[in-house]
């Protein structure tokens, strides 16, 4: 069955793992961007594997449907481009992506009618090169070099991650409104005009021959703050409330 551009994904295949606490929590990490093709080659401790699905929790259902093979070979033998995941340089002839480069790339590859691999070393040692000989190219992730490992599950989420953010439309900065809107000019300008009146009684606009320009500055800070409507009325509140414990002093005294 042909899967359609929008629901295609690319299979993760993790190759001879060695412990299913990793593969319980690779299963999570797809899961968590919405990816559940996973293949395995080979796990160390057989399979089905018991840790495996006390670590994927309610990413189970990726285990359940995991396709178990013997090889890389029969492992990507419908795939039309696979990427090999590696920290360290193989001396190999073939391009070297960034995992967002390569997640990008199988997207188009995926809405063309491709199908896309991505290998993942066994926990101590990655990869042998026979298995990356295999692949079309290899994703490196940009890590500390001088301590480049990075668990199974981390690099799962990882591509994962960037596999869903190829294809995903989230803003990359949004505002939460919290139940208000952004005030208008005309409310802006009217708490302007409210705190000009009481800093006006309060005498802060001294000495004279100054306080345009204080009121002008004060307009500015009004100007570049994002206030919304409930901000505006909290600062009316504020000044109301001076104003009014002002008053109560000075009956005091």
Excluded at 10 to 31: C, H, K, S, T, Y
Excluded at 33 to 62: C, H, K, Q, Y
Excluded at 102 to 121: D, K, N, P, S, T
Excluded at 181 to 207: K, N
């Amino acid at each position: 069955m042909t899967e359609s551009p929008s629901t295609a994904q690319p299979a993760f295949i993790l190759v001879r793992p060695q412990m299913g606490e990793n593969i319980g929590a690779a299963a999570r990490a797809m899961w968590n961007f919405g990816l559940d093709r996973m293949r395995v080659i080979a796990p160390r401790d057989g399979w089905p594997n018991e840790r495996a699905v006390a670590l994927a929790s309610g990413a189970g259902r990726l285990l359940d449907h995991a396709g178990l093979h013997e090889d890389v070979a029969a492992a990507i033998s419908d795939c039309t481009y696979v990427f090999a995941t590696t920290a360290r340089p193989r001396g190999m002839t073939m391009p070297v992506v960034t995992p967002e480069r390569a997640m990008q790339q199988a997207r188009a590859i995926l809405a063309e009618g491709g199908r896309v691999g991505v290998l993942f070393g066994p926990e101590r040692a990655g990869l042998e090169n026979d298995d990356i000989a295999r692949a079309n190219a290899i994703i490196s992730v940009p890590v500390n070099p001088d301590f480049p490992s990075l668990n199974l599950a981390q690099c799962v989420l990882l591509c994962a991650y960037e596999f869903r953010r190829a294809g995903d439309a989230t803003p990359p900065e949004v505002m939460e409104m919290a139940g208000t809107d952004f005030a208008t000019g005309a409310e802006v300008a009217a708490l302007g005009d409210h705190m000009e009146a009481r800093l006006e009684e309060a005498g802060f606009f001294f000495p004279p021959d100054k306080a345009e320009s204080m009121r002008r500055n004060l307009r500015q800070v009004w100007g570049r703050l994002p206030l919304t409507r409930a901000d505006v009325q909290t600062f009316h509140g504020i000044l109301r409330q001076m104003v009014r414990w002002a008053e109560g002093r000075r009956k005091d005294l």
